[in-house]
C-alpha cells in the first residue's frame, strides 16, 4: 500500500512515523517554508524536517492547483492528513483511489476546526480524544472510522495536551490503518447533536481582560500556551503570561499587586498568582523577579483602547 501524507507542525509527526510502519510513503507534503524571528528567515515545517531526515519525498506546494498536482504524482493509494493546515478540494479528494483519513484532536462532533485543544481546554471541558475520520469537502464533517477518549489534567496546557494527543493519534494510525483499508471498519456519521466550532486562535483573544473570571483566565493562559500566548500591557510594556495559579488574595479587577512577593492579577470574582512572566524583549522570570526589577511596585494594566 502506497500513502501520501499531508501534515505541517510538529504533532503530525508521530503519526507520520506510524504510517511508515503500515504503508510505503509515497510523498509528504507539507506547508512552505515560512518567515520567522527578526531575522525573517524562512524556517522549514516541523513535518519537512522528519521528513527529510527519514529520506522520504517531500512537497510544499503553495497553491490549490499545486497541491492537486502533487497528490496526482504521487500515485498513491491512500491519503493521510493530520493538521495540515488546508481543506482539500473535491479535486484533490478525488486523487485516492482509497479516499483520505484525517487525524483530528478531538471527539467529534465537539470542536470541528482548527484549534480543538485549545478550545477544549477553554471551555472547560474534562475530556477530549482524538477521531480518525474520512475526509470530505466539509470541515471535519466526515463518518467517523474510529476514536479514543482521555481526561484533561488540570494543568494541561495546549502545548502538552497537543503532544499527549499526538501520540494517540499515532496509535490510531497504527491499529486500524491495516483493517480499514482491509475493509474490515465501516465509518459512522458524525451526530448531528453537540456541534462546536474551533476558530483559530488570535493575538487579541489571548489578551487578558480584567472582565474575565478568575476559572476562565486560568485555564485561558494555559489554553494559550505556547501559542499565542496570553498576555496583558502594563504601562505600554506587553507581558506575555506563561504560568499562573488561584490566589486567595483580594485585588481589584485589571490592578497587578505585590501579595507576599508575589505578583497578583485581580480578574472578576478572584485572582491570580503570576508564577512566570515574560516582559517584552527579556526572557521569562518569575513574578517575583519582575517585582524585584521594579522595587516592589505593581500597576494597572492598559486596557484594549489605550
Do not use: C
Not at 510513503?25 to 524556517?43: E, F, L, N, Q, Y
Not at 484532536?105 to 471551555?123: D, K, M, Q
Not at 451526530?191 to 483559530?200: P, S
Request: no cysteine; hydrophobic share 45%.
Amino acid at each position: 500500500m502506497r500513502a501520501a501524507f499531508l501534515g505541517t507542525p510538529a504533532a503530525a509527526i508521530p503519526s507520520l512515523a506510524a504510517l511508515i510502519d503500515v504503508a510505503d510513503i509515497a510523498v509528504v507534503i507539507t506547508r512552505p517554508d515560512r518567515a520567522k524571528g527578526r531575522s525573517g528567515k524562512p524556517t522549514p515545517p516541523a513535518v519537512k524536517i522528519a521528513a527529510l531526515e527519514w529520506g522520504l519525498r517531500v512537497e510544499q506546494p503553495s497553491t490549490r492547483e499545486e497541491l492537486e498536482q502533487a497528490l496526482a504524482r504521487a500515485d498513491a493509494d491512500i491519503g493521510v492528513v493530520v493538521a495540515y493546515g488546508r481543506i482539500l478540494t473535491r479535486a484533490a479528494l478525488e486523487t485516492m483511489p482509497a479516499g483520505f483519513v484525517n487525524v483530528h484532536f478531538s471527539l467529534l462532533p465537539r470542536w470541528r476546526g482548527a484549534a480543538p485543544v485549545e478550545r477544549a481546554i477553554l471551555a472547560g471541558d474534562e475530556t477530549t480524544g482524538v477521531s480518525l475520520m474520512q475526509l470530505d469537502e466539509g470541515l471535519d464533517t466526515g463518518p467517523v472510522i474510529a476514536a479514543v477518549e482521555t481526561p484533561i489534567a488540570s494543568d494541561e496546557t495546549g502545548g502538552s495536551l497537543s503532544g499527549r494527543l499526538s501520540y494517540l493519534g499515532a496509535m490510531l494510525i497504527d491499529d486500524v490503518i491495516p483493517d480499514l483499508l482491509a475493509g474490515r471498519l465501516d465509518a459512522a456519521p458524525q451526530l448531528r447533536i453537540g456541534v462546536t466550532a474551533a476558530g483559530l486562535l488570535t493575538p487579541s483573544e489571548a489578551r487578558i481582560d480584567p472582565s474575565w473570571s478568575v476559572d476562565y483566565a486560568e485555564r485561558a493562559v494555559r489554553a494559550f500556551n505556547p501559542r499565542p500566548g496570553a498576555w496583558f500591557s502594563l504601562e505600554g510594556t506587553r507581558i506575555r503570561v506563561h504560568e499562573v495559579s488561584v490566589s486567595d488574595d483580594s485585588v481589584t479587577p485589571g490592578v497587578v499587586a505585590p501579595f507576599n512577593g508575589q505578583a497578583v492579577l485581580g480578574l472578576h470574582g478572584g485572582s491570580l498568582a503570576l508564577n512566570v512572566i515574560q516582559p517584552a524583549g527579556k526572557g521569562p522570570m518569575s513574578g517575583t523577579a519582575w517585582l524585584n526589577g521594579r522595587r516592589g511596585a505593581g500597576g494597572r494594566i492598559d486596557t484594549a483602547t489605550e
